[in-house]
C-alpha cells in the first residue's frame, strides 16, 4: 500500500502546453511538498503547503501552481510548458508542523520531459 | 548558493567495509539533520537523522556523525553490504522553517561483492 503516490511516472509533452501532476498521500500527514531533481541532482524544495499555509520557493516560476483539493492531496499545474522545466518531481509528505519527527515520505517521482 | 555540499558524487566500498558518506553545510541555523537513501526510478527514503543537540545517532549499521563547529556531517554505514548500493542524499532543515528540507546532491554509494 503506498504512502505517497504521484502519477503519471513519466510525462512527454510538447512546449506550450499545460499539465498537472497530481499526488496523493495516505499518511494521514498534514503537510505536502513539491520537490524538483534537476540536471545536477540536487533537490529542491519548490511548495511546502498545508491547510493553513503555502510556501513558495521565491525561485519557482509562477507558470507552477500547487492545488490541494483536499489535506490528502496535493497537485502539481504546469502552464506554458519550457524546455527548462524537463526534470524528475517528487512529492512528498510529512506531518504536522509542531512535532518531532521531521522525514519527509517521498512518492516516487514523476520524469517531465517537454519536447 | 548550495548550503549542503555534498562534494563526493560517487564511492566505491567492497563488501564488509565501512562506507562514509560525507556532507557540509554553511547555515548554522540548521538544526536537524538527515540522510536518504535512493534507488533508481524511486523516490528517496528515510534512512537516519540527528538532531543539532547531538553529534552521533546510530541506528544498526548506520551512524551518523554530526560536527557543528565544522559544519560537518558524516554517515558511517558498516558493514557494507551489496544492497547499500543506493544514491545518498544529506538534507537539512532551517529552525523554524515549515519543514522543507534543503538537500545536497547526493552521492551514488557502489558497493562491491
Known amino acids: 500500500d503506498t504512502a505517497v503516490s504521484q502519477t503519471p511516472k513519466y510525462l512527454v509533452t510538447q512546449m506550450g502546453n499545460d499539465k498537472s501532476i497530481k499526488c496523493e498521500q495516505n499518511?494521514?500527514?498534514?503537510?505536502m511538498y513539491w520537490y524538483k531533481q534537476d540536471s545536477k541532482k540536487f533537490l529542491k524544495i519548490m511548495f511546502s503547503?498545508?491547510?493553513?499555509?503555502?510556501?513558495i520557493n521565491e525561485t519557482v516560476p509562477n507558470r507552477f501552481s500547487p492545488k490541494s483539493p483536499d489535506k490528502a492531496h496535493l497537485n502539481l499545474h504546469i502552464n506554458s510548458l519550457e524546455l527548462g522545466d524537463s526534470a524528475v518531481y517528487f512529492c512528498a509528505s510529512s506531518l504536522r508542523l509542531g512535532t518531532m519527527n521531521t522525514e519527509a515520505f517521498f512518492g516516487q517521482g514523476t520524469r517531465l520531459t517537454v519536447v | 548558493d548550495q548550503q549542503v555540499k555534498q562534494n563526493s558524487p560517487s564511492l566505491s566500498v567492497q563488501e564488509g567495509r565501512i562506507s562514509i558518506l560525507n556532507c557540509d553545510y554553511t547555515n548554522s541555523m540548521f538544526d536537524y539533520f538527515l540522510w536518504y537513501k535512493k534507488y533508481p526510478a524511486e523516490g528517496p527514503t528515510f534512512l537516519i537523522s540527528i538532531s543539532s543537540i547531538k553529534d552521533k545517532n546510530e541506528d544498526g549499521r548506520f551512524t551518523v556523525f554530526l560536527n557543528k563547529s565544522a559544519k560537518h556531517l558524516s554517515l558511517h554505514i558498516v558493514p557494507s553490504q551489496p544492497g547499500d548500493s543506493a544514491v545518498y542524499f544529506c538534507?537539512?532543515?532551517?529552525?523554524?522553517?515549515?519543514?522543507?528540507?534543503?538537500f545536497g546532491s547526493g552521492t551514488q554509494l557502489t558497493v562491491l561483492p
Open positions: 538534507a537539512a532543515r532551517l529552525s523554524g522553517s515549515a519543514r522543507q528540507l534543503t
Open positions: 499518511l494521514g500527514h498534514d503537510t
Open positions: 503547503y498545508n491547510n493553513k499555509e503555502l510556501i
